[in-house]
């Protein structure tokens, strides 16, 4: 018996390259969850295979910042050199008819929505060492070498902001991470503060 109705809002983060996307998408093809994707919207170049309004919205920098003025960004960060953005609507919207909604998004943008919804679940996706994510950035083979060096210089700075998330999940293995995100979700459910005004209801009726 499932005791709160109202949607988490689940939010993935860490180090660019540690595999967030990867486990993201483990987590989504599973058969057992009920969980919604925010997709956000980014002025970077789609890669090959990349699908606008399926991994991405893509969009101008124009087109972004101008969304930026009309504040339809629940969070928005540059990242090496492009922005990336959380539309605000749609999320809002889902979490009100009781979805589940994962953001996977980097680290300076889980730290803004820790501000404006301090309610949500925040867990940090962790390489198991520095040589890992280097080989990992290394063999998806969509960045050039300058920008690799870029993303493992700024990892060292963003491994230290895993002590401000409610969990750490390091990505040893893809389903292992995904089994672990799961096995969150389902504890932050039983947890008594999400979940005791409505279980007293129910035992007075
Ligand atoms: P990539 O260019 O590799 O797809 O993404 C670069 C980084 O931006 C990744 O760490 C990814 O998780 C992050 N990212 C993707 N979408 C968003 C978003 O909406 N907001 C923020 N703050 N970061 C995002």
Known sequence: MKLDNQGLLIVISGPSGVGKGTVRKALFQ?????????I????RKPREGEVDGVDYYFVSKEEFEERIKNDQFLEYATFVGNYYGTP???VLDKLKSGSEVVLEIEVNGASQIKKKMPDAVFIFIAPPTYDALEKRLISR???HSDAIKERIEKAHQEIKLASQYDYI???DEVDNAADRIMAII????AKTTRTIDE???????
């Not at 599973?30 to 925010?38: A, F, K």
């Not at 956000?40 to 002025?43: D, F, K, L």
């Not at 389902?186 to 459910?189: G, P």
């Not at 279980?199 to 009726?205: G, V, W």
């Open 88 to 90: 605000k609507d749609k």
């Open 40 to 43: 956000s919207m980014t002025t």
């Open 30 to 38: 599973r058969s057992d969850h009920d969980l919604e994707y925010s």
């Open 141 to 143: 083979g969509t960045e």
């Open 169 to 171: 999940v390091i990505n």
């Open 199 to 205: 279980y007293l209801k129910l035992m007075e009726e």
């Open 186 to 189: 389902r504890a932050e459910h």
